[in-house]
Every structure is written in structure tokens, then in C-alpha cells.
């Protein structure tokens, strides 16, 4: 627009169209705006002013493997809470106890043989006794009277005839215990069981003892035959 036709419109009554201002920042009075060289180099010399001067004040030592300890000094190596060295007193009892064992062990073991041992010698004889007795019992299956004795702690019965009665209670016949049986045989194989097998020998009578030891040596002494001994 020329210079005229703006002196005509402003002569009218129009006004120039106002310009907007720039808007100004802050100026730093020291040193090179935030975010220059400047700063970044004073980041830098902040970092190397820590790295020289270490760990700041509340940082206790650390371990080899860098971390803190918090007593302020590093474990030894190897120092644990275990129990200390033993004494000569706990060495002393430890062996009292061992020996202990050991002994205990070895009776357990010894009797256990000597169990083995008798068990062994049992059969042994029972097995010579069965063959010295062999056909020698004299037992009678229509034996009606019944012989009654102590054997074993407890009150036994043999079934014999009158006059197998009258020789047990004379001491000529015995009764001998055979796997479960009651043998009756005569005075001279109930010896030679007594030198096999002595606990064999269930029944022995001496004629000249007197009757109280042997009640059951009287005929007249009956126990019911329902009554179960």
C-alpha cells in the first residue's frame, strides 16, 4: 500500500494494526545458560570430585566381594559359631561311651550264641534219645488207672495198668517226657536217659522216701479225669 492510501485510511479514522513483542527469557547473571558446556562439564567435575575423595561419611568397609559390613570391619575367614576345639574331658567321655557300646554289643552277641548254642545241644540230645528209647516204651493203651506226677511245674498224668502202678511207686519203672509224650520204661533206660537227656526224666520214685514228698505215690489218691491239668 503506498504511503498516500495509508495517510487517507489513517485520516479516516483507521489505526495500524499493532505488533506483537518477543517475548525475552531470563538472563543468568554467571555463566553459560542452564543445560550449556557449562553444566554438563560441572556434572562431570561433581562425579570425579566423589570417585576421589571415596565413599561419603556414613559408608562403613566392605568385604572382598564389596559388600558392606555391618560391624565396620570384615569376618575374618573360616570364623564361624561353631562349637570350639574339644577338651580332654569331652575326648575322655566320648571314648568311656564307645567303649561302652562295644562292650554291650559283644555281650548281646555272645549271649545270643550261647542261646544258639544250647538250642543246638537240645536237639542234639533229644534226637540220641529218641533212638536210645526206641521200642523200649511200655506204655498200654487199654491202661485204665492214671498216674499222676509233677513235671515242669505242673501237675502231668501217664495212663498205666495196676501192676505198672505198684512198680512206678516201687521205683522199677519210670516215665520219661519225648516229644510230648510220657514214656513209661523200666529203672535201667530211665538211667541211661538220665545221662542223654537228664530234664527228659519226668517221673522217678524213691521206694525209701518218705510218702510225703510223692502224695501222688498213693493209690487211693485220685484227681478227677475230667479236671484239666
Keep these: 500500500m503506498s504511503d498516500s492510501l495509508k495517510d487517507q485510511l489513517l485520516g479516516l479514522g483507521f489505526k495500524p494494526a499493532p505488533v506483537a513483542e518477543r ?5 543468568r547473571k554467571d555463566g553459560p545458560p542452564a543445560g550449556g558446556k557449562g553444566a554438563r562439564n560441572d556434572r562431570g567435575a561433581g562425579k570425579s570430585a566423589r570417585n576421589d575423595h571415596g565413599p561419603g561419611k556414613g559408608a562403613g568397609p566392605c568385604d572382598p566381594q564389596g559388600r558392606k559390613n555391618d560391624r565396620g570391619g570384615s569376618a575374618p575367614a573360616g570364623s564361624g559359631r561353631g562349637r570350639g576345639p574339644r577338651t580332654e574331658g569331652d ?6 561311651f564307645a567303649i561302652r557300646a562295644q562292650r554291650e554289643k559283644d555281650e548281646r552277641i555272645q549271649a545270643e550264641r550261647e ?6 545241644q537240645r536237639r542234639e540230645a533229644q534226637a540220641k534219645l529218641a ?3 526206641q521200642g523200649k516204651g511200655l506204655n498200654v493203651a487199654e491202661a485204665e488207672h492214671v498216674r499222676h506226677f509233677e513235671y515242669g511245674g505242673k501237675i502231668k498224668r501217664v ?9 512206678l511207686n516201687a521205683g522199677e519203672l519210670g516215665v520219661v517226657q ?15 536217659a538220665e545221662k542223654v537227656f537228664p530234664q527228659a526224666v519226668a517221673l522217678r520214685v524213691d521206694p525209701n522216701a518218705p510218702a510225703a514228698d510223692d502224695p501222688y505215690a498213693d493209690p487211693k489218691y ?8
Excluded: F, M, S
Excluded at 519225648?178 to 541211661?192: C, F, I, K, S
Design 23 to 27: 517475548p525475552r527469557g531470563p538472563r
Design 91 to 96: 575326648i575322655d567321655l566320648a571314648k568311656a
Design 115 to 120: 542261646k544258639q548254642e544250647a538250642a543246638r
Design 131 to 133: 533212638a536210645l528209647l
Design 159 to 167: 495212663h498205666v495198668t495196676e501192676a505198672q502202678l505198684r512198680a
Design 178 to 192: 519225648l516229644n510230648g509224650r510220657y514214656l513209661v520204661v523200666t529203672a535201667d533206660a530211665l538211667a541211661e
Design 222 to 229: 485220685q484227681v478227677p479225669d475230667d479236671l484239666i491239668w
